[in-house]
């Protein structure tokens, strides 16, 4: 099963206010494991990038003037993305700005049946919780000591984690070899080497009065008591 964790950097909060995104990252899983092919693009805004976000994930004006503006990335994007889920923390904020990119190109809307949104999950699971990403690397104790600055392909990176560990883990103690199950002959008997002891019968004894009370519950039954046959 193949899913994309991704995240974006923009200029601001609203695409419908003129911000622009400045960054995309893409990590692709297969069975929710990270499988190296990533796809990382840092796009030109064509605009100026407040200060106020440029402390939040350090992409200056400067430093994207000379890349590839949407128009001309957006294709290679997806493409890689393909038709496969979209993992998202907190989707509604990148799905409004790639839909809304893609709708000035003149391209379709990627669907919302094609977004998870692990920050939903999150909240969903640990109910009146921090949900935030940080928060959730805490709480499944992920490194994200080099997070210093928001970063889309590193946040990418770190979701794929998290992600994985919302679904429950990796639970690697369940994980069963692929011969064994293929030949129904696993050895079961390698769990333990210590030969089972066998328990010796316990012996209860019955007090007396419980014993003829039982006996004359007996008696009033008469033929039919399974103690008699």
Same mark, same amino acid.
Not at 184 to 198: H, I, R, W
Not at 210 to 225: S, V
């Given at each position: 099963?193949?899913?994309?964790?991704?995240?974006?950097?923009?200029?601001?909060?609203?695409?419908?206010?003129?911000?622009?995104?400045?960054?995309?990252?893409?990590?692709?899983?297969?069975?929710?494991?990270?499988?190296?092919?990533n796809?990382?693009?840092?796009?030109?805004?064509?605009?100026?990038v407040?200060?106020? *976000?440029?402390?939040?994930?350090?992409?200056?004006?400067?430093? %994207?003037? !000379?890349?590839?503006?949407? $128009? /001309?990335? #957006?294709? +290679?994007?997806?493409?890689?993305i393909?038709?496969?889920?979209?993992?998202i923390?907190?989707?509604?904020?990148?799905?409004?700005?790639?839909?809304?990119?893609?709708?000035?190109?003149?391209?379709?809307?990627?669907?919302?049946?094609?977004?998870?949104?692990?920050?939903?999950?999150?909240?969903k699971?640990?109910?009146?919780?921090?949900?935030?990403?940080?928060?959730?690397?805490?709480?499944?104790? *992920?490194?994200?000591?080099?997070?210093?600055l928001?970063?889309? %392909?590193? !946040?990418?990176?770190?979701? $794929? /984690?998290? #992600?994985? +560990?919302?679904?429950?883990?990796?639970?690697?103690?369940?994980t069963?070899?692929?011969a064994?199950?293929?030949?129904?002959?696993?050895?079961?008997?390698?769990?333990?080497?210590?030969?089972?002891?066998?328990?010796e019968p316990?012996?209860?004894?019955?007090?007396?009065?419980?014993?003829?009370?039982?006996?004359?519950?007996?008696?009033?039954?008469?033929?039919?008591?399974?103690?008699?046959?």
């Open positions: 099963m193949r899913e994309i964790v991704m995240d974006t950097e923009t200029t601001g909060m609203d695409p419908y206010e003129g911000h622009r995104i400045v960054e995309i990252g893409c990590v692709e899983t297969i069975n929710h494991i990270p499988t190296g092919n796809l990382h693009i840092y796009i030109n805004p064509e605009r100026d407040p200060a106020e *976000v440029v402390a939040v994930h350090g992409l200056t004006e400067e430093f %994207l003037k !000379d890349k590839k503006t949407f $128009a /001309e990335t #957006y294709h +290679e994007f997806l493409e890689f393909g038709k496969d889920k979209l993992v923390h907190n989707a509604d904020f990148d799905m409004k700005f790639i839909n809304h990119h893609l709708g000035e190109m003149g391209a379709a809307p990627i669907p919302s049946t094609q977004v998870i949104d692990s920050l939903k999950i999150a909240r699971k640990f109910p009146g919780s921090p949900a935030s990403l940080d928060a959730l690397c805490k709480r499944f104790h *992920v490194d994200n000591s080099n997070r210093t928001h970063g889309a %392909l590193l !946040d990418s990176e770190i979701l $794929a /984690e998290v #992600y994985l +560990e919302l679904l429950g883990g990796r639970q690697t103690g369940l069963l070899d692929n064994d199950m293929g030949s129904g002959t696993g050895d079961l008997t390698a769990q333990s080497s210590e030969p089972k002891k066998k328990r316990r012996v209860f004894d019955i007090p007396t009065d419980e014993l003829d009370a039982h006996n004359k519950m007996i008696e009033t039954l008469g033929d039919k008591a399974v103690w008699n046959k």
